[in-house]
């Protein structure tokens, strides 16, 4: 009964934001235990608890950010789980163009180096970072293919 009590003081988004970062520990806590006797799906669920933290603070900005077409969200379809989400590079972008959050700041593979820029693979069109002037290697680790600049 207290739990009810304390959720119907709380506004939609709140029980919503609060719902997602309970549900974001509990894809951390499985990362952790499953680390040793099951590597892989620790990573899945690694990604996972990161994933529902960013939309947990793109929540905190507004409901309809979470949404993947703002100009189709609807408070009702939002609040009965009938949407698409964003994906996590929509995430990303909206949390620094909207919510003025720095995570868009991305390791480059090339040099190693923090970069804002982001471009795509010309061979796979996987999402690289980085300035590619001065490098020597220009592609991405998923094809391995170069993105050759005339």
Known sequence: MKQRVQANKLGASDVFFDSLVRNAIDFLQMSVKELEKQPKYSVIHFAMSVELFLKARLLREHWSLVVSKIEKASLQAFRNGEFVSVT???????????????????????????????????????????????????????????????
């Open 88 to 150: 996590m590079d929509e995430c990303l972008q909206r949390l620094g163009n909207i919510a003025n959050d720095s995570l868009l700041t991305h390791l480059c593979l090339n040099c190693f180096e923090l970069h804002d820029d982001v471009g795509s693979c010309g061979w796979c069109g996987s999402l690289i970072t980085g300035d590619t002037d001065g490098t020597s290697i220009w592609g991405c680790f998923q094809c391995g293919g170069p993105d050759l600049k005339d």
